[in-house]
Nanobody, 115 residues
Framework: QVQFVESGGGYVQSGGSLNLSCAAS????????WSWYRQVPGKERELVAH???????DYAEFVKGRFTISRDNAKMTVYLQMNNLNAADTAVYYC?????????WGQGTQVTVSS
């Protein structure tokens, strides 16, 4: 069974940092790209960052310069290093993986930033 499990969320004060990770299980290869999304209640899920199979990255404007996405292909894992967090970053963060022609979501991890 293919699964993507996130970890690293939690509670942090404004200005603090968190490092999210999302690990694949049930597969050994084939992940083309990874993305991180976030969602707050009552709003649509929004793209935060993306990393391609070649390692090129894209970021939403509201996280540029603060967040860094990276991947470890050997570990089938993607990371999101989040620095200088603020209250507006409070959300459930989801990873999304493109495995061959299908997309898979993780279960989400809560990030709460106190102001």
């Amino acid at each position: 069974q293919v699964q993507f499990v996130e970890s690293g969320g939690g509670y942090v004060q404004s200005g603090g940092s968190l490092n999210l990770s999302c690990a694949a299980s049930g597969i050994a290869f084939g992940i083309k790209s990874w993305s991180w999304y976030r969602q707050v209640p009552g709003k649509e899920r929004e793209l935060v960052a993306h990393i391609s199979s070649s390692g090129s990255t894209d970021y939403a404007e509201f996280v540029k310069g603060r967040f860094t996405i990276s991947r470890d292909n050997a570990k089938m894992t993607v990371y999101l290093q989040m620095n200088n967090l603020n209250a507006a970053d409070t959300a459930v963060y989801y990873c999304n993986a493109q495995w061959f022609n299908d997309h898979y979501w993780g279960q989400g991890t809560q990030v709460t930033v106190s102001s």
